[in-house]
């Protein structure tokens, strides 16, 4: 069974940086392409950034391209979301993700695991 704990959010200020972490636990973890999703009150969940197992692919959204960068340390089982430039309207519930295969998929159904979501509050 796989398992997915974040941590790192927290209120910070806006331009601000902030690092989410996601553990793995499971099956190889680098059989598995993650996500980074967020979910801010009143809107849809969506994807923010993804990598492939390897890490040799990435995506982002266009919003945050040039202030985000996700990495994975396999050797760590774990994931990461370096947030830099935080802006008020970062604020969200993150939510990492994990599914089977070598593609990345920004869809939220093509997603099996999820973890419980951490709370950032970026502040004016």
């Known amino acids: 069974q796989v398992q997915l704990v974040e941590s790192g959010g927290g209120l910070v200020q806006a331009g601000d940086s902030l690092r989410l972490s996601c553990a793995y636990s499971?099956?190889?973890?680098?059989?598995?392409?993650m996500g980074w999703f967020r979910q801010a009150p009143g809107k849809e969940r969506e994807c923010v950034s993804a990598?492939?197992?390897?890490?040799?692919?990435?995506y982002y959204v266009d919003f945050v391209k040039g202030r985000f960068t996700i990495s994975r340390d396999n050797a760590k089982n774990t994931v990461y979301l370096q947030m830099h430039s935080l802006k008020p309207e970062d604020t969200a519930v993150y939510y990492c993700?994990?599914?089977?295969?070598?593609?990345?998929?920004?869809?939220?159904?093509?997603?099996?695991?999820w973890g419980q979501g951490t709370q950032v509050t970026v502040s004016s």
């Open positions: 499971g099956r190889t973890f680098s059989s598995y392409t």
């Open positions: 993700a994990a599914r089977a295969g070598p593609d990345i998929n920004i869809r939220l159904a093509a997603y099996t695991y």
């Open positions: 990598i492939t197992g390897s890490g040799g692919s990435t």
